[in-house]
């Protein structure tokens, strides 16, 4: 899989996506990660790339022009899935979404950024637009941050223990259930005796009732999406 994502801060990328599970993932030749500054894709001899906003209202917008040359000069060297925009407007980002997209070949993720973008790139040059939740960021980097995480841990072979994966909260729309290392009794606060018994169908039985157990308690709208 090839991720580009386009920023005016590609900077803020180190140390979210060049860790841990990504990092070994890229080593591992699973996914690419190709950061972009937008900065490199204008004319503008001050490397500027927004302007005001017509019409008179407050703060700056980034421009289309900057846009539309980093994204062609990127298609000309791969097909896309998808032209992510992020934004707080998006369809809101879920497990089900990062699912889909992990099978995806090749993707861009444009950054949004203070104001905005020039409307014209939402009608012409993306195909899907994101938001991580509703709440407003300064910009989509950490947006895109999240995303990236979530989508490249599920590449097949990310993740050492492909069975862990499959059994993270939402993948089923259930959260996890309970885990516990050693020692068995810390403090005198005991580790569930079931899951030192050895006896492995018992086990998953008590797995699958307290994820339905904390998916009640804690995420009860996420059972209504199950019985929709
Ligand atoms: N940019 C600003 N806020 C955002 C959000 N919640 N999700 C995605 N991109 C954003």
Known sequence: ?????????????????????????????????????????TTNKHRHVDDYPF?????????????DNAIS???QKRQYDEVIYTSPDGEVFNQQIANQMSSYRNIIILCG??????????????????????????????????????IVR??????????????DSFQDDLLAPPVYTRPAEYKGWKV???????????VEEWRLQQSLERTERLRPDLLDKKKD
């Open 192 to 202: 569930p005796e079931i899951l030192l018994s050895g006896h492995q169908a018992k």
């Open 73 to 75: 000069a990127l298609k």
């Open 113 to 150: 950024h203070y104001k905005g973008i020039d409307y014209r790139v939402r009608e012409h040059l993306i195909t899907r637009e994101i938001s991580i939740g509703d709440y407003v960021l300064t910009g989509g980097e950490l947006a895109a941050a999240v995303m990236t995480d979530a």
């Open 55 to 67: 019409g008179g209202e407050a703060g700056m917008v980034l421009q289309i022009e900057p846009i």
């Open 154 to 167: 599920l590449i097949p072979g990310a993740i050492g223990d492909e069975q862990s994966a499959l059994s």
């Open 1 to 41: 899989m090839h991720i580009d994502i386009i920023s005016v801060l590609p900077e803020m990328f180190s140390g979210l996506i060049d860790c841990s599970i990504v990092d070994r993932a890229q080593k591992k030749g699973l996914v690419e990660i190709e950061l972009h500054n937008l900065r490199d894709y």
